[in-house]
């Protein structure tokens, strides 16, 4: 089924139940007011979304009406936890490559992740307003998954079945605060402003055959200011799958339903099929030119993210944002 949270002028919207074609919604008041209130009782609330669903699809509601992603929050417009991984390291070796760095071999081996604010996200098409050009504005282009509850010491057979819904994430980072923060060995924080998340998550049925090993075998589509410039697949070169990359955040700790995990930005080895992100592309040409010659985003650029099913259908919807400068702060 496909869910999304619709904006009501409260902080967590309204739960509402969206067709498989995206294009009608039924409130799900009557089951759920909201998305954390049904992953708090998944094994009760989620039959009865799945009966909803079932109505919508087949025109049996009396209450549905068209679908917009412009009204929509964020599928969690808050939420308890927000991790992100760096599951496709090929992404990683280009950036240290380009500044030199080393490539410790552990990044292999071992997961990198880092823990993000969750109290603000962006829905699909709510504005990236930012003060800032110089901050270096870049868009990244990730896979995420919603979990029920994770206990500390899963296996990575045991996370897997803690996979509630998948989403789509834009993790907005500004690259030219990330060096200075960094240096500082205590990871990010002023470089990770709000991310922005899809109109919908599904349950991974949705996904089909695509839905395979932890992983969306899909091809991740960005396009910047109307141009493609990348459709990486998110089934190839994932090093480290949603299952592995949930055990590595409970090694420690239990994982509360409603901790959004991200596969960290989609990458191949294969430079034809584009870049998910920025630094990516500033990355190669480095490698290749001794330069970086790709400018980050300005105010008015625009950033659309969307994954398409075999059929050539959005699965998840897209997220379509504008960048707007922050208005300045008048002086008291």
Known sequence: MKLATLKDGSRDGQLAVVSRDLKTAHLADGIAPTL?????????????????????????TSRSFDFDPAKCMAPLPRAFQWADGSAYVNHVELVRKA??????????????????????????????????EEWGIDFEAEVAVITGDVPMGSTPDQA??????LMLVNDVSLRNLIPAELAKGFGFLQSKPASSFSPV????????????????HLPLRSTWNGKLVGQPHAGVDMVFNFAQLLA?????????????????????????RGYSCIAEKRALEMIDDGVA????????????????????????????????QAEAKKSR
């Not at 490539?103 to 990236?128: C, K, N, R, V």
């Open 248 to 272: 590595h955040l409970c090694k420690t700790r239990n994982a509360r339903a409603g901790t959004i995990i991200g596969s960290g930005t989609v990458s191949n080895k294969d430079a034809k």
């Open 293 to 324: 010659s790709t400018p980050f985003m300005l105010f008015g650029d625009t950033i659309r993210i969307e994954m398409l099913d075999g059929a050539g259908k959005s699965i998840f919807g897209a997220i379509d944002q504008t960048v707007k």
């Open 201 to 216: 998550a599904v349950t991974p049925d949705e996904l089909g055959d695509h839905w395979q090993d932890a992983k969306v």
């Open 99 to 132: 500044r030199n760095a080393d490539m410790p071999a552990s990044f292999w081996e071992d997961p990198l992740m880092y823990q993000g604010g969750s109290d603000d996200f962006l829905g699909p098409t709510d504005e990236i307003v930012l003060a800032h």
């Open 36 to 60: 954390q209130a049904a992953l708090d009782d998944w094994a009760f609330i989620s039959p009865q979304l799945s009966d909803m669903y079932q109505m919508l699809n087949s025109g049996r």
């Open 160 to 165: 897997f079945q803690q996979i509630r819904l």
